[in-house]
């Protein structure tokens, strides 16, 4: 396949034309086709019912005028207001055109429009010659008298695409005479500047680009065509005002120079768009890098970078090569922003270098002093609360990273930016300070949390449209980032060799495409529902150039997936609208907390509960290293100390009797000890030696945990504690009732009174601290139990049964 390159940009200071000509060249002849461009008469029609330039056919039989929604154009919109019909009598009523669009004198060969109703189309001249003729229309067409005329060329305001109508004066159209003539009695008119600027007259589909300079025409058919390729929709009505009104009164030779108004309209975006999008034909990374504020989009990425705050010269060129190569390397959506992140903390060090007296221009005098001079002045910003700890640690590991990669990349040589900066001016490993220890509270949701989350997920859908709200879904299912769902991909949805769901997603943050991850079939319904939905949006597009969740901005080709960052905003507001979250002791939840990253790490952490080995969540995460995943399993331990913590002050030994009543929290020393020295058994805990080194396998009493003092029980055993019982009572009924085994056997085997009796005594006790608590203490109590349950090791080795997940959606059938 041959490629071919690109027509290289004009060097600086090239002439208007010499760039017109550049943008001319970047121009496909398949988008003046598209948006009916004629060059001769520089003029674009835009085709109804083109998706781009965002015109649409009024449905009135024979009506030729577009309207901007889906209903009528304006026209036959105020003719449907007065006549008061229901909209589909109206359609079918019979009329006449809409509009009046002026056509050729109907006398024969005269090359004049006429002026008059349909009923008298006749030029102007015939028109006095038919008045003085007195007969009928057909008698005067016939008539010698009725000789064809001369056109009278084009009207003489540059804008306007009509004949003129008379040879007087600046031989203008109709409507531009009229108008002139207005302005003539009303007071000074400077007639050739209004010539130049007056507004084209255009309607419907047309817009006029006459009368403006060849590079601004260039620049807005660039622009037009750069935003139909991303799918942008640029409204006729409004492109044609903005010239009208905008760029040809200010007579400006190029779109930069048009000037702004000082409010933010439409009008005005859409200017800076089309003024952005040619300037940036112009562009290469070549030219970029000589400037201290570079378009990242030259290096493929979004946003701007800024090296103004970094003053001593060798220091911006070094950030300037760093920055270069890291936007080559690094390709996410997070790049510009970290490469920003990178700059300010340059920028830092620059501040503090100017302190010097020599303002850190010569590098050869530096040294490890200005390096712990750089490292204070951090200090003293935090101490200061002038930035966060966090801040503090990013910015100086951000200098460390820019300095090492500098001296990697040979910046230091005799040749370099950095040639003669002495070897002691580095950040080391040890100059970075340790961040803060993370919370240890997790930033997960609590599942009763998330369970009220969703119970308003109609409200976000009421509040924004059906993409987002299923974004929010995916992101609780799957745990994926938000950028990675906001981006799937239409065909993300795919099944295993066993036919079980799988979900196609990219890792935008570690550049790795294609991961799967497998889900559960509600998730793989409401996938499928968006398909179908996405299909009857976008009918006639190819779905290999679909998205699953598409924009609803600038997005008429379903390519572009919704935007993470405005998604992020919209539930925030949300999330500000709902009732207040409420905990199960009645305690309402922070709000705060509740943002879109919170799903992800509420995903894995409910798989860190659930027991799920770091093996395993580390892939199910997608994280690169153990130690993103650890954090998960650190949290989890927390909170299991906390249950153990409160679980232990509920501990009785085999009378009934509370063993840590007085104990609120266990010293180090005691955990320690309650985990080695003791061994799990159905019901309890067993500290008797010999069967703890034996890990719970040689019990001397067969299992008679209630008959040994050895034998102790928390809360947290009562479900196994009351199925034991419950065992025992069926295990005696059925001995009783075998008629097969000899006498001594089954008296020996059926379970003694005593143990029965102590075991409903146990429980009793165990049941009657509890009733004595208060409702929080109860509640909090429970909860604890439960968190100990759910980590607790299978007996005698049995194989473990993993705990299941919380279920947050009950409503969902699975």
Not at 168 to 193: A, F, I, S, Y
Not at 523 to 530: D, K, S, V
Not at 550 to 573: C, E, W, Y
Not at 679 to 691: A, D, W
Request: proline share 7%; hydrophobic share 35%; aromatic share 6%.
């Amino acid at each position: 396949m041959t490629v071919t390159l690109p027509a290289a940009p004009p060097a600086p200071g090239a002439t208007a034309e010499e760039s017109a000509a550049f943008l001319w060249s970047l121009i496909e002849p398949e988008f003046f086709t598209e948006v009916g461009w004629d060059g001769e008469r520089r003029v674009l029609t835009a085709p109804i019912d083109h998706p781009m330039p965002g015109m649409r056919a009024c449905p009135v039989p024979g009506c030729d005028l577009p309207s901007k929604a889906r209903g009528l154009c304006r026209t036959c919109r105020d003719q449907h207001r007065k006549s008061g019909l229901p909209l589909k009598e109206f359609i079918e009523l019979p009329r006449t055109a809409s509009r009046v669009v002026p056509g050729q004198c109907r006398v024969d060969g005269c090359e004049r429009t006429w002026i008059n109703s349909q009923k008298q189309p006749l030029c102007r001249s015939h028109w006095y010659q038919y008045v003085q003729f007195g007969g009928t229309l057909p008698e005067f067409l016939t008539d010698p008298a009725a000789r064809a005329l001369p056109g009278l060329g084009d009207c003489g305001a540059l804008a306007c695409t009509r004949q003129a109508v008379t040879a007087v004066g600046h031989r203008l159209c109709h409507p531009h005479g009229k108008q002139l003539n207005q302005l003539r009695k009303e007071g000074t008119l400077d007639e050739e500047l209004w010539l130049r600027t007056v507004p084209s007259g255009c309607n419907g589909s047309e817009i006029s680009f006459r009368g403006l300079p060849a590079l601004v025409i260039a620049q807005l058919l660039f622009g037009l065509q750069h935003r139909c390729r991303r799918g942008a929709k640029s409204d006729v009505g409004g492109l044609r005002a903005l010239i009208d009104r905008t760029i040809r009164p200010s007579q400006a030779g190029r779109l930069e120079d048009v000037p702004r108004p000082g409010v933010n309209s439409t009008a005005v975006v859409l200017l800076n768009r089309l003024t952005a999008y040619a300037q940036r034909a112009f562009k290469s990374p070549e030219g970029e890098y000589g400037k201290d504020s570079w378009d990242l989009a030259v290096f493929g990425h979004r946003g701007t970078v800024e090296f103004t705050a970094v003053h001593q010269p060798w220091l911006k060129e070094a950030a300037k090569r760093w920055a270069r190569d890291y936007l080559t390397r690094v390709r996410s959506r997070s790049t510009s922003s970290h490469a920003r992140q990178y700059m300010t903390a340059l920028a830092f060090l620059s501040r503090s270098l100017d302190a010097r007296p020599d303002h850190g221009l010569d590098r050869a005098a530096l040294g490890r002093a200005d390096i712990e001079n750089y490292l204070n002045r951090m200090t003293f910003l935090e101490a200061n609360s002038r930035i966060a700890a966090t801040t503090r640690v990013s910015y100086v590991r951000a200098t460390r990273n820019v300095l090492r990669q500098s001296r990697v990349m040979g910046l230091t040589r005799s040749d370099g930016p950095l040639s003669g900066l002495p070897d002691d001016f580095v950040i080391t490993r040890h100059d970075v300070p340790k961040p803060p220890e993370p919370s240890e509270e997790g930033q997960d949701l609590p599942p009763v949390v998330m369970r009220q989350l969703c119970a308003h997920l109609d409200l976000f859908e009421e509040m924004t449209c059906r993409e987002l709200r299923v974004a929010v879904e995916l992101m609780m299912d799957t745990g994926r980032r938000p950028e990675e769902i906001c981006k799937l991909e239409y065909h993300c949805l795919n099944r295993d060799r066993q036919g079980k769901p799988v979900l196609l997603y990219n890792n935008w943050k570690e550049q790795r495409i294609r991961r799967e991850l497998p889900i559960h079939e509600p998730t793989a319904r409401l996938i499928r529902e968006q398909q179908e939905r996405v299909r009857l949006l976008y009918p006639d597009r190819p779905l290999s150039q679909l998205v699953l969740l598409p924009s609803s901005v600038m997005n008429q080709l379903g390519a572009k997936g919704i935007d993470a960052t405005h998604f992020s905003g919209m539930h925030r507001d949300w999330v500000t609208e709902l009732p207040e979250l409420l905990l199960d002791d009645g305690t309402v939840f922070d709000e705060e907390k509740v943002f879109p990253y919170a799903y992800r790490h509420s995903f894995a952490q409910r798989h860190a509960d659930a027991g799920v080995s770091i093996e395993v969540l580390s892939p199910l995460t997608d994280h690169d290293s153990y130690q993103s995943t650890r954090c998960y399993y650190r949290v989890k331990e927390v909170r299991l100390r906390e249950a153990v913590d409160k679980v232990t002050t509920m501990q009785f030994d085999r009378h009934g009797q509370r063993v840590w009543g007085a104990v609120t929290t266990l010293l180090d020393a005691e955990r320690i000890r309650l985990a080695i020295g003791s061994v799990q058994v159905p019901f309890g805990t067993c500290s008797e030696p010999s069967n703890v080194a034996a890990g719970g396998g040689a019990c001397p009493l067969r299992f008679r945990c209630m008959g040994c003092d050895h034998y102790s029980t928390d809360i947290s055993y009562l479900p196994e504690l009351s199925a034991y019982l419950d065992g025992l009572l069926r295990q005696r009924e059925r001995l009783r009732s075998m008629t097969e085994a000899d006498d001594w056997a089954r008296a020996e085997a059926i379970p003694s009174e005593e143990e029965i009796s102590r075991g409903r005594r146990l429980i009793r006790r165990v049941t009657e601290e509890v009733d004595q608590l208060t409702d929080a203490e109860r509640t909090e109590i429970q909860q604890a139990a439960a968190m100990v349950r759910k980590t607790r090791q299978g007996f005698l080795g049995m194989p473990r049964i993993p705990q299941p997940l919380a279920d947050l959606r009950p409503e969902r059938p699975a």
